[in-house]
Structure formats: C-alpha cells, structure tokens
C-alpha cells in the first residue's frame, strides 16, 4: 500500500512563513495536491501540481503560496508565505486516483495573530 508522510507544519506569527514536505513511499502519481480542513469546515483545495509541473492553485492563496516536486525524491512542497491566521488548518497530501485516492495523516498549521 502507498504511503504518504507529511511534515512541517507548526505554530507561527502572522506574517511569517512555512514550508510543508509531502513523501511518498512510491513514485506512481502524475499529479499530487495538497488540501486543508479545519473543524466545522468543509476540506479544500490549497494547490495541485503534476509531475510535468503544472500547477493549479486556489484563489486564496494565490500569489503567497507556492508549490513544487521534486520527483527524485517523490516529494511535494508547499512554501507559504505571508501567513494569516485563517491560513490555520489541518494539512494533507493528496494522491488522486490512479491508482488512489490515498491520504498522509495530516500536518497543523496554526498561524498566531
């Protein structure tokens, strides 16, 4: 079974920056995303990216959040920058179908005022 690992989040000021780490234990997505839930919320879409390095990125974060692969590794990155309090959530990796969907176990970002 794929298994994908998380890393990176924590607590920081408003303002401030985070990079999370994605890894999974095989290269076998053409595309891998990174999602956000926060309780009471429905889950969203932050940013996607496929192996050829397109990427798609949702409006909230446009321009202040920045995702990468570096498929030697099998790992995605998501750099976020200019942090804001509702940037605060549960962060996941996301292989999509084929042959998914599988889910790494998540990573807290809190973003302080």
């Known amino acids: 079974q794929v298994q994908l690992v998380e890393s990176g989040g924590g607590l920081v000021r408003g303002g401030g920056s985070l990079r999370l780490s994605c890894t999974a234990s095989?290269?076998?997505?053409?595309?891998m995303g990174w999602y956000r839930q926060t309780p009471g919320k429905q889950r969203e879409m932050v940013a996607s990216?496929?192996?050829?390095?397109?990427?798609i990125y949702s409006d909230r974060v446009k321009c202040r959040f920045a995702i990468s692969m570096d498929n030697a590794k099998n790992t995605v990155y998501l750099q976020m920058n200019s942090l804001k309090p509702a940037a605060t959530a549960a962060y996941s990796c996301?292989?999509?179908?084929?042959?998914?969907?599988?889910w790494g176990p998540g990573t807290q970002v809190t973003v302080s005022s």
């Open positions: 996301l292989g999509p179908p084929p042959p998914g969907p599988f």
């Open positions: 095989a290269s076998i997505f053409a595309v």
């Open positions: 990216i496929t192996v050829t390095g397109a990427s």
